[in-house]
């Protein structure tokens, strides 16, 4: 079993920055992917950006690329999402998920049917 505990998110104006932590409680993380989502209100839960633990390798969805960084430290068994350059439109709640079959996959997920633990989820929210 993994568990997953989020932190970081808060209230933020546009232009600025936040950190998101997702702590790993589990073994065997070498094998696993590790995604954030976000959900805003009365919308899907969408992919943000993943790691594959193992590699370091990541996938991001276009809206955040040069905004967003995911990191993963082994050592301390955290994920990490960077994000600069905030926008009105990044308010949602963030989750941290883990695919548990990242290595029989060459291509990380970026759906949420593919990652079988979540965290809590983590509010962001960007005045304008």
């Known amino acids: 079993q993994v568990q997953l505990v989020e932190s970081g998110g808060g209230l933020v104006q546009a232009g600025g920055s936040l950190r998101l932590s997702c702590i790993v409680y589990?073994?065997?993380?070498?094998?696993?992917?590790m995604g954030w989502f976000r959900q805003a209100p009365g919308k899907e839960r969408e992919f943000v950006t993943a790691?594959?633990?193992?590699?370091?390798?990541?996938e991001s969805v276009d809206s955040v690329k040069g905004r967003f960084t995911i990191s993963r430290d082994n050592a301390k068994n955290t994920v990490y999402l960077q994000m600069n350059s905030l926008e009105p439109g990044d308010t949602a709640v963030y989750y941290c998920?883990?695919?548990?079959?990242?290595?029989?996959?060459?291509?990380?997920?970026?759906?949420?049917?593919?990652?079988?633990?979540w965290g809590q989820g983590t509010q962001v929210t960007v005045s304008s």
């Open positions: 998920a883990a695919d548990p079959n990242a290595r029989f996959h060459s291509r990380l997920a970026n759906y949420t049917g593919r990652y079988y633990y």
């Open positions: 589990g073994q065997g993380l070498s094998d696993y992917a």
């Open positions: 790691v594959r633990w193992s590699d370091g390798s990541t």
